[in-house]
């Protein structure tokens, strides 16, 4: 079955960096688009970052842009996203999702998400 | 970037009783809505693609329709564990934008 495991979560200062990353498996990992989406405590969904099957394109959220990379390694039906220049309002839980064949699509499976606390 | 806004915020509806909740798209995403429900912590699930496809194992009491700017999830007879966060999504233009959400509850 489809499985996404995220890790790489936990608390960074202001300013730094961490990587987030989704293993995946059950499926063709490499013939799918791949995203991320985040949520705030108590608070709705947000879309982040997706990347196409074959890592071509890529595409982020404005509140994202230019700090957040999202990148993928087919040969280890991977995921990632490095986020740089953290802030206080990145803090949420990161989610994994799987997009649609290629390239965009609905987001079918989803991981439990990963806790990114950005404090001093 | 396309704008997506739901309705009510939050509904309350007594169990069998039907709920109809409402999504609009600040320009025509076509058919490209989807709706998710959430449950306190668990991760999002879908429920219904191309906006009115219900996705595998979602039973039937779950329908979507709309189109262009305005869509609709219907719960024909709640169930106890329906109550939960519903958003809807838009896929039809980057960046991907979701509803803010909304939380049904039990009356």
């Known amino acids: 079955q489809v499985q996404l495991v995220e890790s790489g979560g936990g608390v960074v200062q202001p300013g730094r960096s961490l990587r987030l990353s989704c293993a995946a498996s059950?499926?063709?990992?490499?013939?799918?688009?791949m995203h991320w989406v985040r949520q705030a405590p108590g608070k709705g969904l947000e879309w982040v970052a997706a990347i196409w099957y074959d890592g071509s394109n890529k595409y982020y959220a404005d509140s994202v842009k230019g700090r957040f990379t999202i990148s993928r390694d087919n040969s280890k039906n991977t995921l990632y996203l490095q986020m740089n220049s953290l802030r206080a309002e990145d803090t949420t839980v990161y989610y994994c999702?799987?997009?649609?064949?290629?390239?965009?699509?609905?987001?079918?499976?989803w991981g439990q998400g990963t806790l990114v606390t950005v404090s001093s | 970037e396309i704008v997506m806004t739901q309705s009510p915020a939050t509904l309350s509806v007594s169990p069998g009783e039907r709920a109809t909740l409402s999504c609009r798209a600040s320009?025509?995403?076509?058919?490209?809505l989807a709706w998710y429900q959430q449950k306190p912590g668990q991760a999002p699930r879908l429920l219904i693609y191309a906006a009115s496809i219900r996705a595998t194992g979602i039973p039937a009491r779950f329908s979507g329709s709309g189109s262009g700017t305005e869509f609709t999830l219907t719960i024909s007879s709640l169930q106890s564990e329906d109550f939960a966060v519903y958003y809807c999504q838009q896929y039809n233009n980057w960046p991907y934008a979701f509803g803010q959400g909304t939380k049904l509850e039990i009356k």
């Open positions: 999702a799987r997009g649609g064949v290629g390239a965009s699509g609905p987001n079918d499976y």
């Open positions: 320009q025509s995403v076509s058919s490209n």
């Open positions: 059950g499926f063709i990992f490499s013939t799918y688009g």
